[in-house]
Each structure stands twice: as structure tokens, then as C-alpha cells.
């Protein structure tokens, strides 16, 4: 991404801080101070543990919006080292129908200061592992389509709950060395964007407190393992997600024109929707529009009378967003329209309510402190500058729209000299979300450790 990609039109919705309060926050400030000098041989002696726990969630992934057996891990295993954790936090909210989510929470107070909000995702995608690995995933459930589908950690949701946990066994083993309350959060449902609003939604800081900072890592297959990156500023898109229902008039196969094919028409508007950000949008502003599903048809011999797509919008900034809409809409009526399609069987296009997340904006002065405080504990050849990128998450919701200060880093997974190849060779590893992510998961647990008890450590100095 260039830096006048950079140049992004933030809307004010955007969970941010403005950079004015981030600097009156600053002021306040301790001096940083350096990791305790035992943190690595403590991370160390817990880690054959950590691994053990970390194959045990690869191995029994669940997928968003069902991760009971997941969180009742996570809440069992904080509970053993002294947190008081609360389960069944959170309600996905449609409408009128009200569900209840799988969100854990789990508080260890230590005295007055600073209250400090670290996050894990708990879910995994409908992936089919080929990993090969030994402690692989055969796990197969059904997905939100009602098919049996094989399920994977190919996010990494398990190296980010192993961190947690072995973050909270540091924070309990140097409690004379902070002051404040640490509030750990399990999220569920962060591929499908709607865990972090359904814990706010059920009073999550109402019940457990507000915090003063929100800190949370995700793993990163573009980065060494043993490195994080860090930066204040943009880092994760917005992610709209939209459905196009393209009517037609079913038929036989053999006699066209006796009816209207919707599979054609949603040929045309595949083709012309990847027009709109290459046509009509500023090349200045960031902006990704796919087709991510398409379904239609019975039987060959006969014309359907419509085609679902699914997409996913990637925004920076809501002005763009909100045009793109509007160029869907009118791409998809324009095909019908050119179809010969009556006024009364025009394209259905549909925004989710639920399925949408705002931009991720690092705070610009707390990701500095987080930055610093990783220096100190891994060296500043393995503290990085993140870049941002088009993926989006619902991290940022903890933030209330940027009134806390909030950040996000990236942890390494990738085998250095595999990375290296990759980019002498410019083949890409395999990727988050690819069945053939494995992260070098013990020096990746390691790092992710460290770098988060560090972060902690600090900000209840
Ligand atoms: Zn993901
Ligand atoms: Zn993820």
C-alpha cells in the first residue's frame, strides 16, 4: 500500500480516538518500563503446556456462533489460575430474534489503576485442514447454509486463545509487579463480524467495567515468527457484507425464449460489479468488491428463475463505501432492466445488518506504547511496522467508535527462511483462511507472550 493510499477519507463513525485526546492522554503517561528480566524463562517454563493446550484447540475447532466446548475450555482453564470468569456473555440481536452468544469474561483485580481489556477470538472457519500435521483438525460440522462442512483454526483463533492464556498465568505469577484490573474477553463469532457487538450489546462494560486501553493480537503468516508489527493509524478495513437476488423466469432448457435466465444476468453483473471500484471509485481510496458465492440452477435442462451472489465490501473510508452500494444497486437494476425484467421482479439487493464491521484505526499514541513495550521485551529487530491491509475484524468495536484507546498488533507465524523464499521467489505462503496455514506455532506462542504481558505489564504499571 502506498502512503497516498494512505491519504484515506475517515468517516467520524470510524472507532478511532482523535489524535488530540490521544495526546492529553498521553501526557499522563508513567515512563515505560522495561519487561521483568524473569518474563522469557517464565514463558519458557510454561510453554510445553501452552503447546499441549494450543493442539487441543486446533484439534476441536468450532465454528462462529457455536463455540460452546471452546469457551468452556478457556473459562475453565482461566478459572484454574484464579480469574473469576462469567460465561454466556453476549446476544446476537436480528431484528426482534435475540440468541445468545458463547462470550466469555474473566476479571483479575489487583488493586486500584488502570483497567485493561485483552481480547481472543474463539472461532474457526469451515475449512477442510490439509495441513498434514499431526494434531490436524478432522473435526466436520454443519455450516450456516445447513451443510455439512469440515472445520479448521485456519485463522488462528487457537494461537490467540493460547496467548491469552498464557499471558493471564504471567499476570497472576507477577502480581506484585502491576496494579489494576486485567479484564480478559473470549469473543465468538469474528469471521462472521457479529461476536464483539453481541457482547456490547449485552452490557458487557455495563456488568464487568469500562476499560481504559483494549489490546489484542492477531497472528500473521506475512511476518517471521518471533516478530510483531505494530503502528498507530489505519490497519483493517470496513466490511459490508451484501446480497444480490437476480430474478428471472424459469423455462426449459431447450426454449430460452420463453422465459428470462437469471444465471446470464448474474454473469453480466459479476463482470460489471469488478468495474465499479476500477471505474468510478477515487484510485486514492482503498476499496475490494467480490462475489464470494453464487447459486442458482436445479437441473441442466432448465433455466432457473433466479441466482443468489453473496459479497464482501472492504472499505477505508463510509463515503466510499456508501457509493458503492448505490453502483451494486444500479449495476444489478441495469442488467434486469437491459434482461427485460418486469418492474416487479427487479433485483432483490440486501445489506446486512449484522454482517458489517467500521474500520480498524489503531490509536495513534497507545500503539506507540505498545510498540515500545515490545522493544523492550523482544528487541527492537522484532518489532516491525504494520502495514494496513483490505482483511477486516470487529476489534475495533471495543473501542466505542475510538473513545478507548485501542490496538491491534500483528504476531508473526511464518518460518523465517520459508518467508524469505517466498519473497525471493514470489510465491506466496500459504495464507490465513488457506486449509495449508500452520503457524510455527512454539516460538509463535512464545513471541505472543511475551510481547502481550509486556503490553499488560505497562499499562498497570
Ligand atoms: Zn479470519
Ligand atoms: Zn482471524
Redesign the pocket.
Known amino acids: 500500500m502506498t502512503a497516498a493510499q494512505l491519504a484515506v477519507d475517515y468517516n467520524p463513525s470510524m472507532p478511532r480516538i482523535s489524535v488530540l485526546s490521544c495526546f492529553v492522554f498521553g501526557l499522563a503517561f508513567p515512563a515505560l518500563s522495561q519487561a521483568p528480566s524473569d518474563l522469557k524463562q517464565s514463558v519458557n517454563a510454561q510453554l510445553p503446556a501452552l503447546i499441549e493446550t494450543y493442539k487441543d484447540f486446533h484439534r476441536n475447532p468450532e465454528l462462529s456462533h457455536h463455540e460452546e466446548h471452546t469457551s468452556a475450555k478457556l473459562a475453565a482453564d482461566l478459572r484454574k489460575l484464579g480469574y473469576t470468569v462469567t460465561e454466556h456473555v453476549g446476544v446476537y440481536e436480528d431484528g426482534d430474534k435475540k440468541t445468545p452468544a458463547w462470550g466469555i469474561v474473566a476479571i483479575l483485580e489487583n488493586g486500584p489503576g488502570p483497567r485493561l481489556l485483552i481480547r481472543s477470538?474463539m472461532d474457526a472457519?469451515p475449512v477442510e485442514e490439509k495441513t498434514g500435521v499431526d494434531y490436524a483438525s478432522h473435526v466436520m460440522s454443519v455450516n450456516a447454509e445447513g451443510q455439512p462442512s469440515p472445520v479448521m483454526h485456519?485463522?488462528?483463533?487457537d494461537i490467540h486463545m493460547t496467548v491469552l492464556l498464557g499471558t493471564a498465568k504471567e499476570l497472576v505469577e507477577h502480581k506484585s509487579q502491576w496494579r489494576g484490573t486485567v479484564m480478559l474477553v473470549g469473543q465468538p463469532s469474528?469471521?462472521t463480524i457479529d461476536g464483539a457487538r453481541a457482547m456490547l450489546a449485552d452490557h458487557l462494560y455495563e456488568r464487568f467495567g469500562k476499560p481504559d486501553f483494549v489490546v489484542a493480537e492477531h497472528d500473521d503468516p506475512n511476518h517471521a515468527t518471533g516478530d510483531i508489527s505494530v503502528k498507530g493509524g489505519p490497519l483493517l478495513a470496513s466490511s459490508t457484507s451484501i446480497d444480490v437476488v437476480m430474478r428471472g423466469v424459469g423455462t426449459h432448457g431447450s426454449k430460452p425464449e420463453a422465459g428470462k435466465d437469471p444465471i446470464l444476468m448474474a454473469a453480466e453483473f459479476v463482470m460489471l460489479a469488478q468495474t465499479i471500484v476500477s471505474r468510478q471509485v477515487d484510485p486514492q481510496q482503498p476499496a475490494v468488491l467480490t462475489v464470494g458465492t453464487i447459486h442458482g440452477g436445479l437441473k441442466r435442462n432448465i433455466i432457473s428463475d433466479q441466482v443468489t451472489m453473496g459479497l464482501t465490501l472492504r472499505t477505508y473510508s463510509d463515503k466510499v463505501r456508501d457509493q458503492i452500494i448505490a453502483a451494486v444497486r444500479k449495476t444489478a437494476e441495469g442488467v434486469a432492466v437491459a434482461y427485460g425484467i418486469s418492474a416487479d421482479r427487479m433485483p432483490v439487493v440486501t445489506v446486512s445488518k449484522t454482517e458489517i464491521t467500521p474500520a480498524t484505526i489503531n490509536d495513534v499514541v497507545f500503539a506507540e506504547r505498545v510498540r515500545k513495550s515490545a522493544v523492550a521485551a523482544l528487541g527492537s529487530e522484532h518489532v516491525k511496522a504494520a502495514e494496513p491491509v483490505m482483511?477486516s475484524e470487529d476489534v475495533g468495536q471495543f473501542s466505542l467508535n475510538g473513545t478507548i484507546p485501542t490496538v491491534m498488533f500483528r504476531l508473526g507465524a511464518s518460518d523465517p527462511q520459508k518467508l524469505a523464499d517466498s519473497q525471493t521467489t514470489g510465491k506466496p505462503l500459504p495464507g490465513?483462511?488457506s486449509g495449508l496455514f500452520a503457524p510455527v506455532y512454539e516460538p509463535t506462542l512464545r513471541t505472543g507472550v511475551i510481547s502481550m504481558t509486556a503490553v499488560a505489564m505497562d499499562v498497570l504499571k
Not at 154 to 157: D, E, L, N, T, V
Open positions: 477470538d472457519l485456519a485463522c488462528g483463533h469474528e469471521e482483511g490465513l483462511h
